[in-house]
Every structure is written in structure tokens, then in C-alpha cells.
């Protein structure tokens, strides 16, 4: 099976398979294995009507849909292997994915100064990234314009247990060829901040100007928004390459899992706990208390541990909230419709 995966598993007659390349508001559009130009195309409107919001397809999502030469009709999205996600912007407690069927979270910093380099901004993107059930990686790029990026590479393999950290420069062609390594025959999604040189290393990865990149701002160096959708490329040397936008905030989506798996030290000391139920915020016999009191716990991490962790506890209720009052509207509207039948009236 290649990189187009296998046709054969799409038996209907007229449906062909495709991965979504781009998208841009409701137009998407869609690779296919026999063509290097990509498709324009829409969802049908059952597929968009009986579609959650988290539902709808991504980049990196495979499709089966109606094509001819220059449109086509998308009709189901395959289920996803994996999905990189973060809670959506504002008050609304929703799933918005950000890349599908993905094998490596790529979490981009920057080594230019300012605020491109953030050991609690990595947490946040490590915990989506192992809760999306791809594998993460951490690269630091701009190196050439930092003269102590080992010691940047010290921190961040501190902040990223269990993560591999490859430092790069898109400018001096620093790590790409440790990059095409990594990435050969997988599908590798750039996430991080405006700013930090994630489609300059698209660029350099693809070896040709795919992406429009920017000059960042003096002062805090913070980088606009040259990229303003998520993009799927092939890579020269196989597999495939997302360049996603610049978030400017990182809410959580996900379960506790991904938190531990960030805080594998933590995690590793709470199984020596009295109680089997310890929050580790004072209770008689936490080990990780003790191991804060005995300095061998970074008061930092502790506390950046903590607030992800009611992070996620605050999602977990709107989300049983948010349930409950769908089921309750679920509810109203069968007896609804129950009464409706019986006093005869049409029930649409």
C-alpha cells in the first residue's frame, strides 16, 4: 500500500477516494493519485446537515466522493486514524481539529528571542499533540540566530519528556535533512505560533517557495499570519508534509491522559501516593508534595501541571453539561413529536 493508500477498499461503483489538500471556508480541495493538480469540491448537503462541527473534514482527511475532471461531490469522510484537536475559540464548547491522520505532531519554536520560545507554550502543544494519538516531535528553529541553542535544547527535552528535539535554521538548512528523515513516508503536521519559521521549513523541506513566509516584529518578535489555512504537501522523498496556521491561543481538547503523558514525572509519582484518588495539592501522604518540599520536582512544572489539569477538568464538565442539554433537546423534541402523532398532525 502506498502513499494514496489502498483504492480497492472504496467497492461502490462511481466513488473514488481522496485526501483533503486544502480547505478554505466551506470549498475543499482534494488530492488524487493520479493527478498533481488538485480538485475543487463541496459536501453534499446530508453529509453537511448530519455533521458535527468536529465531524466535518480537515486537512489530512480521507474521502470518498463523486469526481469528475474538474469538480467533485464529497460524500463520507473515513474514519480518522488520528486527529490533532484543540477546544474552538470564544464561549462555545466545541471540537475543532486542526490536521487528520497524522503520524508526527511537529511543535515548532523559535530561537530568535521574544516570546517564540515558551517552555509552558510546548506543554500546552505536547498535551494535544499525545492526546491526538500521533507521536510528537520538538524542533527549535532560527538556530542561526541564537549562540546557546543547546542549552534551549536542554530545556526543552526537560519540558518534553518522552519527545524527541531536533534543532534546525530553514535559513542555513540546519536539521532538514534530519527532518525529510523523520518524516519519509509519514504525514508530519508543523504546529506553533506566528513567527517561528514553520513555513520557512516548509519551504526548505519541499525545496521550492510552496509558502508565503514573513518578517517578524522587533521587540517581542512575534510573527503575522502569513499562513492563513492549513495546507497538505507531498514531500519530495515521500509522505506528507500540513503547514497549519499560527494559533493565538491553545485550549485544550482531549482527556486527562494527555496531561499525564506530558507530566510522565508527576505521573510516575502519583502512583506512589497514600490514596489512589490524590489531586497532589496537600493531601496526607502525596508523594508528589513531598517531592516538591525535597526539590527534586520543578516548582514550575508542578504549577503548570496544576492549571492544565483543571484545564481539563473544567472542559470535562461544560462537556457533561453540554450533553446533558442535548439529550434534554433530544427529549422535548420526541415528545414533541410523539404528541403530534397522536393528535394526527404531520411530522416532518
Not at 81 to 93: E, L, Y
Not at 121 to 147: C, F, H, M, Q
Not at 154 to 179: C, H, M, Q, W
Not at 242 to 251: N, T
Request: proline share 3%; charged share 30%.
Amino acid at each position: 500500500m502506498g502513499l494514496w493508500g489502498n483504492s480497492e477498499e472504496i467497492a461502490r461503483d462511481g466513488i473514488s477516494r481522496a485526501r483533503i489538500v486544502g480547505v478554505n471556508r466551506e470549498i475543499y480541495h482534494l488530492g488524487w493519485e493520479d493527478s498533481d493538480v488538485p480538485i475543487r469540491g463541496e459536501l453534499t448537503g446530508k453529509l453537511r446537515f448530519q455533521s458535527r462541527q468536529g465531524e466535518l473534514p480537515v486537512v489530512g482527511d480521507w474521502v470518498c466522493c463523486v469526481r469528475n475532471e474538474q469538480f467533485c461531490l464529497i460524500e463520507e469522510v473515513l474514519p480518522r486514524r488520528t486527529v490533532i484537536s484543540r477546544k474552538s475559540a470564544g464561549v462555545v464548547t466545541e471540537e475543532q481539529p486542526l490536521a487528520a491522520n497524522i503520524d508526527l505532531v511537529a511543535i515548532v519554536q523559535g530561537l530568535d528571542g521574544g516570546r517564540n520560545f515558551s517552555l509552558r507554550g510546548i506543554e500546552r502543544y505536547l498535551t494535544l499533540a499525545w492526546n491526538s494519538g500521533a507521536v510528537p516531535l520538538i524542533i527549535l528553529n532560527k538556530a542561526d540566530l541564537n549562540d546557546d541553542a543547546d542549552s534551549y535544547m536542554r530545556e526543552a527535552e526537560f519540558a518534553a519528556p518522552g519527545a524527541d528535539v531536533i534543532i534546525t535554521s530553514a535559513e542555513k538548512g540546519t536539521g532538514i535533512d534530519a527532518l525529510r528523515e523523520r518524516f519519509r513516508d509519514k504525514t508530519a503536521v508543523l504546529v506553533g505560533p506566528s513567527g517561528v519559521g514553520k513555513s520557512a521549513l516548509s519551504n526548505a523541506l519541499l525545496e521550492r517557495e510552496a509558502q508565503q513566509t514573513g518578517a517578524n516584529r522587533e521587540g517581542d518578535k512575534k510573527g503575522k499570519h502569513t499562513t492563513t489555512s492549513s495546507r497538505l504537501f507531498l514531500l519530495p522523498e515521500g509522505g506528507w508534509l500540513i503547514d497549519s496556521p499560527g494559533l493565538k491561543e491553545i485550549q485544550l481538547w482531549g482527556d486527562e491522559q494527555g496531561v499525564e503523558d506530558t507530566f510522565s514525572e508527576i505521573d510516575e509519582l502519583a502512583g506512589r501516593c497514600r490514596f489512589s484518588d490524590c489531586r497532589h495539592e496537600g493531601e496526607p501522604g502525596c508523594a508528589v508534595m513531598e517531592a516538591l518540599r525535597e526539590g527534586e520536582l520543578d516548582q514550575n512544572r508542578y504549577a503548570s501541571y496544576l492549571e492544565l489539569r483543571r484545564e481539563m477538568d473544567w472542559l470535562d464538565s461544560r462537556r457533561s453539561e453540554k450533553g446533558r442539554l442535548d439529550e434534554r433537546k433530544k427529549g422535548k423534541t420526541l415528545s414533541k413529536t410523539i404528541k403530534n402523532m397522536e393528535k394526527g398532525k404531520p411530522v416532518y
